[in-house]
């Protein structure tokens, strides 16, 4: 008996099948004789396609994420800057 590997799939072949089986022409059963597939895999594959689907529309909380990331990079910037001319003081003194 000879052991066999399991297949990986890529993220194109997953979103074709998972759009095909959103259109809902076919069964999950005739896609996966189609595509040499278990119906569960399929069905696991649309959970997470949903799952992740609302983060796509989030761009309002993402932009406002990298504004507040870009605010407090300038800040800690000002903040180096501010160490640095103190401490370039400091070495002069002494």
Do not use: C
Request: charged letters at 35%; hydrophobic letters at 35%.
């Amino acid at each position: 008996m000879t052991k066999q590997s399991r297949r990986k799939f890529t993220g194109d072949f997953k979103a074709k099948v998972v759009m095909e089986a959103l259109k809902e022409r076919s069964t999950v059963e005739e896609l996966a004789k189609k595509y040499d597939l278990h119906p569960t895999q399929i069905n696991t594959w649309k959970r997470e396609a949903a799952a992740k689907l609302a983060s796509a529309f989030d761009s309002e909380s993402g932009n406002k994420q990298q504004e507040q990331q870009a605010d407090q990079l300038e800040k800690l910037y000002a903040q180096i800057g501010q160490l640095k001319v103190e401490n370039d003081f400091l070495k002069k003194k002494l």
